[in-house]
């Protein structure tokens, strides 16, 4: 269910700074540069509506809502992924190749 008002994002000259650097590095995980988008087009001065973003970026709107908020309440923080509930996954090394 979308949200009615999204949440006005503002950010810092070192919010900002930061956001871009995520968003044009090429060692960044794509998910968090569209992340780092997101923040930056939902703080532009015009204040796009989240279905206006989606619509710019090729997401859904209930991705941009999400994050939007996520930024709104932990800051870049917010923007990282959560770790994941459960025990880690374990590998076993492969077993080497026997030779006759």
């Known amino acids: 269910m979308p949200t009615p ?4 994002v503002s950010l810092s ?3 900002r700074q930061g956001l871009l650097r995520l968003a044009r590095a090429h060692s960044t995980p794509q998910a968090l540069a569209l992340r780092a ?6 703080a532009a001065a015009d204040q796009p ?18 994050w ?3 930024f709104a309440q ?3 923080a917010g923007l990282h992924d959560a770790p994941r509930p ?6 076993s090394p492969p077993a080497a190749p026997s030779c006759p």
């Not at 008002?5 to 006005?8: C, E, G, I, R, S």
């Not at 509506?49 to 999400?66: F, P, S």
Request: charged share 30%; net charge positive.
């Open 5 to 8: 008002h999204a949440p006005a």
């Open 49 to 66: 509506t989240n279905l206006q973003i989606a619509r710019e970026l090729g997401c859904k709107n209930d991705t941009v809502g999400l």
């Open 13 to 15: 000259e070192q919010q």
């Open 86 to 91: 459960g025990r880690p996954r374990v590998f």
């Open 37 to 42: 988008r997101i923040v930056l087009r939902a």
């Open 74 to 76: 932990r800051g870049l």
């Open 68 to 70: 939007r908020r996520r």
